[in-house]
T-cell receptor
Framework: DAGVIQSPRHEVTEMGQEVTLRCKPI?????LFWYRQTMMRGLELLIY????????DSGMPEDRFSAKMPNASFSTLKIQPSEPRDSAVYFC???????????FGAGTRLSVL | GESVGLHLPTLSVQEGDNSIINCAYS??????FIWYKQESGKGPQFIID?????DKRQGQRVTVLLNKTVKHLSLQIAATQPGDSAVYFC???????FGKGTRLHILP
């Protein structure tokens, strides 16, 4: 199994541009999580899905952030418009169920100039 | 200048010594606990887990102890190696929020 796959690994963009981060969870996993990690705030849960349905998006910072999971094998996290304070490493993780061991992708390092 | 950032508890251990990383949890009804290790530049990775019907569980060089009375977990790493240098997180199964973590620093 290839594990959780995130793309791109690195993204550099200018303020105001739209950014789309992608995640392919482990096949057979029913839960998918998006996290953001910064030096200032540590690892923060943004949103998670169960069976492709968003369960808790209370961690999404503001309306500029949106996440979708159109099917069991793909999820996106979109930031529009992006701002310099969105610069962080964004992780996707998947698990069999919500309370089970999470398997993390390698992350996407986002820099907004 | 002033250092700004998330203050992580840090444990500095001599290479070859044993390390003990502690974690307090909040929900007495939690019945499953997981330890993760995050190395620099990588996502957190599962190390070991324990269910509430156990007090101790051993893996390869790692042991997790659970004290339900005081809602406390500890992760013990035997004969600490440079590769153990990382941030360690504990998680309760009913919470998906990771805490700050503890940074383990290995002294040569």
């Amino acid at each position: 199994d290839a594990g959780v796959i995130q793309s791109p690994r690195h993204e550099v963009t200018e303020m105001g541009q739209e950014v789309t981060l992608r995640c392919k969870p482990i096949s057979g996993h029913n839960s998918l999580f998006w996290y953001r990690q910064t030096m200032m705030r540590g690892l923060e849960l943004l949103i998670y899905f169960n069976n492709n349905v968003p369960i808790d998006d209370s961690g999404m910072p503001e309306d500029r952030f949106s996440a979708k999971m159109p099917n069991a094998s793909f999820s996106t996290l979109k930031i529009q418009p992006s701002e310099p304070r969105d610069s962080a490493v964004y992780f996707c993780a998947s698990s069999l169920g919500t309370g089970d061991i999470q398997y993390f992708g390698a992350g996407t390092r986002l820099s907004v100039l | 200048g002033e250092s700004v950032g998330l203050h992580l508890p840090t444990l500095s251990v001599q290479e070859g010594d044993n390390s003990i990383i502690n974690c307090a949890y909040s929900n007495s009804a939690s019945d499953y606990f997981i330890w993760y290790k995050q190395e620099s530049g990588k996502g957190p990775q599962f190390i070991i887990d324990i269910r509430s019907n156990m007090d101790k569980r051993q893996g390869q060089r790692v042991t997790v102890l659970l004290n339900k009375t005081v809602k406390h977990l500890s992760l013990q790493i035997a004969a600490t190696q440079p590769g153990d240098s990382a941030v360690y997180f504990c998680a309760e199964n009913d919470k998906i929020i990771f805490g700050k973590g503890t940074r383990l620093h290995i002294l040569p």
